[in-house]
């Protein structure tokens, strides 16, 4: 490898060294995390693979970490503070995930797209609609039209027979 | 002929031909779309495609796959910002005609070189399928583990300059596919979590990794909102203009050709080798990198030829060449497809439907190009964050309706953070998708043909098998030699 090329990110040394870590973490419980038979065939053993792989994981991590360790370039902070925000979206994702069965496909994908809208920074009214109806032509395409497999929502119990099961199959 | 008409018949329905049109139009439109791309749209509409008919399926997936780079190439020319990345070379080019007033002309070479790239390569992939399909008969266990293992080697080889990061994640990916249940039932890395007992799902990983990391990529940057002027006049004029340069665009679509069937090369090097192969053969050396219509049509023919020569490895041996070949492997699995030597030798038909598929959609979005141009323009300005909050939507769809598991979207968002922290440091993600899919298959296939192999020899005492093995060894050898080189070039220097 030539070294004169290497070019190392900020955060990349940690990032790497956290992998490095979670395969070694790996590596020492595969004794009690896969199981291996005293008279089975080698290649027939259902530890031989895990055990190729993070084996692997460790070996080219370690290698990794050790070329780029002398190319570390500083910023590890601010990348690490970026990566966090991340979390942030996660949260979002996971409040409709577990909204969505309670209160419904349609209304929370409404919802969903329009206030994560304005989180990022939209305000002026066109983009909030245009960010609403981003969402109904979701909804309308995945559960209306293609029919994919996303439950009604248990507020939907609440409306009247008729409107009930039009919604629950449809939104 | 008989072949020819049966796979007709598998493509003349209604719901086929729906899913051409959506297919070829929406990867068009995904194409032009900078920071959206095929493998986000493949890895969201994944799911939804399991309630089709395989062909059904495939062809929409095939159309997003085989005509984003259409659309990639607009904003590359007239922004410099590739729509896909894959288009990233034909800015080299495209941007700087444009500058000179010759944006129409760009769009015009561009577009017909596609074509004549993607019109090429189906050709020449239906004429050599009895070919291959004979050849793929003799394709046995050992053969097949051994081509898989030579996919991995070639995956981790070609991320030049990160090789050993890419072949930690080619490992990760294996380790991702054994957790679970053994095929003895005992659990392997589950530490006592039953959830983890049912292991972890390739579409999750797959839309964690490239769907929900890109919506944070999309949603934490700063937003942007293309620019972009419109056009006028016809770019009807684009294939008189590729007649003046046949060598170039048949010598590009030839090694889209040759590369894409080599699993793990793809585009980025069927592009690079027939840009500099354009460059040495041209009268004009010097234009290229500053607008040279020769330098666009080698980088546009050879990557639009890549597609459908990557479905070869997938349907004659099983084995995905690349992240958006292994996602359209899962839709095989899900309908009991089991691509293979028996696929192509037994099921020709599927297979030329496919391929005439990818011809008729080649000539739709050629034909959707030629009206819509200024249309896209406008799709190209929607700002990035909006674009993220789309983004981040549809992967709840894609994610929650593969089995209305919580776990499956607690999983994708944690891989979605790990893909978009991988994305932030340029790390390679393909090789844990392609460790995830091609680990399972060499698992297997070891597994079989261990039965017949007394000693380490018999692996290879076949003559596919040993061409295979003599290949993983020069690949091996080639890597090692470079790498010497480059450090001996440092040296003296």
Redesign the interface.
């Known amino acids: 490898?030539?070294?004169?090329?290497?070019k190392t990110?900020p955060?990349?040394i940690l990032?790497?060294a956290a992998?490095f870590l979670f395969?070694a973490f790996?590596l020492s419980?595969l004794g009690e995390?896969?199981?291996f038979?005293p008279k089975g065939?080698f290649?027939?053993q259902?530890?031989v693979?895990?055990g190729?792989?993070?084996?692997?994981?460790t070996?080219?991590?370690g290698?990794?970490l050790l070329?780029r360790y002398k190319h570390r370039v500083g910023g590890t902070g601010a990348?690490f503070t970026?990566?966090l925000?991340?979390?942030e979206?996660?949260a979002?994702?996971?409040v409709?995930?577990?909204a969505?069965p309670k209160f419904g496909y349609l209304p929370c994908?409404l919802l969903?797209?329009t206030a994560?809208?304005f989180r990022?920074?939209?305000r002026k009214t066109s983009?909030l609609l245009?960010?609403t109806f981003?969402?109904l032509m979701?909804v309308f395409i995945?559960k209306t039209l293609?029919?994919?497999?996303?439950?009604g929502g248990a507020i939907y119990e609440y409306l009247p027979d008729a409107l009930r099961n039009f919604m629950i199959v449809n939104f | 002929m008989e072949v020819l008409l049966s796979s007709f018949g598998i493509l003349a329905r209604w719901d086929v031909v729906a899913a051409l049109i959506i297919g070829s139009v929406g990867g068009v439109i995904i194409g032009a779309i900078p920071g959206v791309g095929a493998a986000v749209a493949i890895a969201i509409l994944l799911?939804?495609t399991f309630?089709f008919d395989p062909i059904v399926g495939l062809t929409a997936l095939l159309g997003i796959y085989g005509s984003s780079m259409y659309g990639g190439a607009i904003p590359a020319i007239l922004i410099n910002t590739p729509g896909t990345a894959v288009n990233a070379l034909t800015t080299y080019d495209g941007y700087p005609m444009t500058q000179r007033g010759e944006g129409r002309r760009a769009l015009a070479l561009a577009y017909s070189a596609s074509f004549f790239g993607g019109v090429f390569a189906i050709l020449c992939l239906i004429l050599l399928s009895p070919l291959l399909a004979s050849f793929a008969k003799n394709f046995g266990s050992r053969e097949i583990f051994l081509a898989a293992l030579l996919g991995i080697v070639l995956v981790i080889v070609a991320h030049r300059?990160q090789?050993?990061?890419a072949?930690?994640f080619?490992?990760?990916g294996?380790?991702l596919q054994?957790i679970g249940l053994?095929?003895?039932y005992?659990?392997?890395?589950?530490?006592g979590q039953s959830w983890l007992s049912s292991g972890v799902n390739l579409i999750v990983v797959v839309l964690g990794l490239f769907a929900?990391s890109q919506?944070?990529v999309l949603?934490?940057d700063k937003?942007n909102s293309p620019k972009a002027e419109p056009m006028s006049g016809s770019i009807f004029q684009g294939f008189k203009e590729l007649m003046q340069h046949k060598r170039v665009v048949t010598i590009s679509s030839s090694f889209g050709v040759v590369m894409g069937m080599i699993p793990g090369v793809g585009e980025f090097t069927a592009q690079f080798m027939s840009y500099t192969t354009a460059r040495r053969l041209s009268k004009t050396p010097e234009q290229f990198g500053n607008g040279s219509p020769e330098g666009l049509i080698a980088s546009e023919a050879a990557n639009n030829a890549v597609p459908p020569a990557a479905m070869i490895p997938l349907l004659a041996l099983g084995i995905p060449g690349e992240a958006l070949t292994a996602m359209m492997l899962s839709v095989f699995y899900v309908h009991n497809v089991v691509p293979g030597p028996q696929l192509f030798s037994g099921q020709l038909d599927f297979v030329v439907a496919l391929y005439i598929a990818l011809l008729i959609l080649n000539v739709l979005v050629l034909v959707f190009l030629l009206f819509s141009t200024n249309l896209l323009l406008k799709i190209i300005q929607i700002?990035t964050?909006?674009l993220?909050?789309?983004v981040?939507?549809?992967?709840?769809?894609g994610v929650?309706?593969l089995?209305?598991s919580?776990t499956d979207?607690?999983m994708a968002?944690?891989i979605?953070?790990l893909g978009?922290?991988?994305k932030?440091?340029?790390?390679p993600i393909v090789p844990i998708i392609l460790?995830m899919v091609l680990?399972e298959i060499m698992?297997n296939k070891?597994?079989t043909s261990?039965l017949r192999v007394k000693n380490p020899f018999d692996m290879i005492d076949r003559p596919i098998a040993f061409i295979l093995f003599c290949l993983i060894l020069i690949v091996l050898f080639g890597h090692f030699r470079r790498?010497w080189m480059?450090?001996k070039?440092?040296k003296s220097?």
Request: hydrophobic letters at 55%.
């Open positions: 490898m030539n070294t004169q090329t290497i990110k955060g990349e990032f790497i992998f395969s790996l419980q995390q896969a199981t038979k065939k290649f027939a259902p530890a693979w895990p190729i792989s993070v084996f692997g994981m070996l080219f991590g290698l990794h070329t990348e970026t990566w925000r991340a979390l979206f996660v979002w994702f996971m409709y995930v577990y969505v994908t969903f797209t994560l809208g990022m920074g939209y983009t245009w960010a981003a969402g979701i995945f293609l029919g994919v497999k996303i439950p | 799911p939804a309630i300059g090789t050993l990061i072949a930690a080619a490992c990760f294996i380790w054994t053994a095929l003895d005992s659990k392997t890395y589950t530490f929900i919506a944070f949603l934490i937003d700002p964050r909006f993220g909050v789309v981040l939507t549809l992967s709840f769809v929650y309706s089995r209305n919580v979207c607690i968002a944690c979605g953070v978009f922290i991988m932030r440091l340029n790390l460790g680990g698992q070891l597994r261990m790498i480059e450090q070039a440092a220097q």
